[in-house]
């Protein structure tokens, strides 16, 4: 069994650190008689190619049989085709690269995509080919099949044939893995071991982000947990998932319409900086308000800017768009560039910040940048008890949630003898909980 990793363009050689593993040594393992082996075949700034060979002990294998596992006879070739036993062994070998957890200098590159080739085989599967590609052409791939003399890009052959499988696209690492790592036993539609709950949470895990709108979703599933009451509990789980990010979704979607509405009616706009302003995507909307002339999108962090440059570089500056002005920046560092706009955004910011540090952070943004305009939208503690959520935070990375009238005198705590506030909600109003989102706007008075 072989996996090959082909990845071109620029900064390729950075993907050795997301693998761990050093382009000027051989690795090999030998895992309970089992044998893994990798090697670089290609190494510059411009192409990486990287092979795992993975030999399995197949006598070792039929001992396991004593467990109730369902495994094949060592006499069975089905052991040297890609398949669960494949995955099974080479997960620790590529461990760093699945959790995405390379050494911290190289952290941000986890989330860049790379134009990457994977190739492995051979492949024994009752799919047809182009049952194989429409399993990974909505994934952005381009597929190719060979029989081990000529690539075929969708040709039928008897549905016993070994099969060579090359996928080409554009992705992350760690992603296009862990697609692999579902997909491939998949494909096989077998698997060596028995399937409990710990599979099910690492289909939810490898597959978060993309399976869940595949169009072949209940057939991967299907084949991936083979046993119908953990298949459900999947299908309860995803569900609730979707239900809860649709819900975000569209908060976020209401988020950003009130916030173009109020920078639409506002007779001050030419200039606006977003904070925090993530991947881009509230800083491309307001390019489309009539009378804005420039928008400074300020993100800490590499990897969602990164993310922010691809959409703003797809999009072309024109009479009627303003395309944003990336800038690296944080909240806690004063920048000239910033000072008199017309406009700042913080869009579900605040509480991504210790609570201890916000006065610094005001006094920054109203004393030094002194905007028109402030913007301030903030969770609604109250509102989770329609969440359901008791004491949790919407978000793991959120440092606070307020209620209602602890925003309330937040806000009045920090405003200056120059600003006036007021407030507002975005969202389905609860009777009793308000708005899930709560926002505040700093107005600079007349002549100050």
């Known amino acids: 069994m072989q996996l090959t990793i082909q990845a071109t363009g620029e900064n390729v050689e950075v993907i050795s650190y997301l693998l761990a593993k050093n382009p000027n040594n051989i690795y090999e393992r030998s895992q309970n008689g089992h044998f893994i082996r990798m090697f670089y075949n290609k190494f510059s700034d411009e192409i990486m190619e990287v092979t795992f060979f993975?030999?399995?002990?197949?006598?070792?294998?039929?001992?396991?049989?004593?467990?109730n596992y369902d495994i094949t006879s060592y006499i069975n070739d089905r052991e040297?085709?890609?398949?669960?036993?494949?995955?099974?062994?080479?997960?620790?070998?590529?461990?760093?690269?699945?959790?995405?957890?390379?050494?911290?200098?190289?952290?941000s590159w986890v989330e860049h995509p790379f134009l990457f080739e994977f190739s492995f085989?051979?492949?024994?599967?009752?799919?047809?080919?182009?049952?194989?590609?429409?399993?990974?052409?909505?994934?952005?791939?381009?597929?190719?099949?060979s029989y081990g003399e000529t690539d075929y890009q969708v040709k039928l052959k008897e549905r016993s044939s070994a099969r060579y499988i090359s996928l080409k696209g554009s992705t992350t690492l760690q992603n296009g893995l862990r697609q692999l790592f579902v997909l491939i036993p998949v494909l096989d539609n077998y698997k060596h071991y028995y399937i409990d709950e710990k599979e099910t949470e690492k289909v939810?895990?490898?597959?978060?982000?993309?399976?869940?709108?595949?169009?072949?979703?209940?057939?991967?599933?299907?084949?991936?947990?083979?046993?119908?009451?953990?298949?459900?509990?999947?299908?309860?789980?995803?569900?609730?998932?979707?239900?809860?990010?649709?819900?975000?979704?569209?908060?976020?979607?209401?988020?950003?319409?009130?916030?173009?509405?109020?920078?639409?009616?506002?007779?001050?706009?030419?200039?606006?900086?977003?904070?925090?302003?993530?991947?881009?995507?509230?800083?491309?909307?307001?390019?489309?308000?009539?009378?804005?002339?420039?928008?400074?999108?300020?993100?800490?962090?590499?990897?969602?800017?990164?993310?922010?440059?691809?959409?703003f570089d797809a999009i072309k500056q024109s009479d009627n768009f303003i395309v944003p002005t990336p800038i690296i920046g944080s909240l806690f560092y004063y920048d000239e560039r910033l000072k008199s706009k017309d406009i700042m955004i913080l869009c579900e910011v605040i509480e991504h910040i210790d609570e201890f540090r916000l006065?610094?952070?005001?006094?920054?943004?109203?004393?030094?940048?002194?905007?028109?305009?402030?913007?301030?939208?903030?969770?609604?503690?109250?509102?989770?008890?329609?969440?359901?959520?008791?004491?949790?935070?919407?978000?793991?990375?959120?440092?606070?949630?307020?209620?209602?009238?602890?925003?309330?005198?937040?806000?009045?705590?920090?405003?200056?003898?120059?600003?006036?506030?007021?407030?507002?909600?975005?969202?389905?109003?609860?009777v009793k909980y308000g708005f899930p989102t709560q926002m505040c706007l700093f107005i600079r008075k007349e002549g100050q």
């Open 54 to 67: 993975v030999t399995p002990d197949p006598i070792e294998l039929s001992r396991n049989r004593a467990k």
């Open 80 to 107: 040297f085709v890609v398949s669960s036993i494949f995955c099974s062994l080479l997960r620790s070998a590529l461990g760093t690269a699945l959790n995405g957890k390379p050494k911290e200098s190289y952290a």
């Open 121 to 145: 085989g051979p492949l024994a599967t009752d799919l047809l080919d182009h049952e194989i590609i429409d399993i990974f052409q909505p994934l952005g791939y381009e597929v190719k099949i």
């Open 204 to 311: 939810e895990r490898y597959g978060e982000g993309w399976l869940h709108t595949h169009p072949l979703r209940d057939f991967i599933l299907r084949r991936a947990l083979r046993f119908k009451e953990l298949y459900s509990e999947l299908e309860e789980n995803n569900n609730n998932l979707f239900k809860e990010q649709q819900k975000e979704l569209r908060l976020n979607e209401l988020r950003y319409k009130k916030i173009i509405d109020y920078i639409s009616r506002s007779r001050m706009k030419e200039t606006i900086v977003d904070f925090g302003s993530g991947e881009g995507n509230l800083a491309l909307q307001l390019g489309l308000i009539n009378g804005v002339r420039e928008i400074l999108a300020v993100e800490p962090s590499e990897s969602a800017m990164l993310k922010a440059l691809k959409r």
């Open 359 to 430: 006065p610094k952070v005001m006094q920054t943004i109203l004393s030094e940048y002194q905007p028109k305009l402030l913007i301030i939208t903030t969770p609604n503690k109250e509102y989770n008890q329609v969440y359901e959520m008791d004491e949790a935070y919407r978000h793991p990375d959120h440092r606070f949630e307020w209620t209602r009238q602890e925003f309330f005198e937040w806000c009045y705590s920090q405003k200056t003898s120059n600003y006036e506030v007021a407030f507002d909600g975005i969202g389905d109003e609860h």
